[in-house]
């Protein structure tokens, strides 16, 4: 999911499980495209690969993500901008108060889909 802030979905889709993290992203930035201003694209260690921190910078994104504690050429990053950070899991704690997005009853992916969005429409209007 790609998140404006604690309130505001721009973007998400469903991955496979045994898929990992960063290839989905990548995905998802692909289709938000290019930015026309500088913009901060604040993401998890999972997404810190080269791969997806080259792609940001390459849609005008500055990353924000810590490096991993093995790499062997880490690089600095914004540690107040990336507390901030926790916006995405205050939104997706707010969505998973309703039980049929948390426990995931819905056999087909569209059902499923459709409740997700559901549950963003009814947190908004609240």
Known sequence: MVAAS???????????????????????????????????????RAYEGDATRKLAQELGYTPVVPPKVNRKNPWEYDKRLYKERNQIERLFRRIKRFRRVFTRYDKLDILYLAFVFLALIVDNLM
């Open 6 to 44: 604690d309130r505001n979905a721009v973007i998400f889709e469903l991955s496979p499980g045994n898929a990992g993290d960063a290839p989905a992203g990548r995905n998802l930035l692909k289709k938000r495209g290019k930015v026309k201003k500088r913009t901060f694209l604040l993401m998890d």
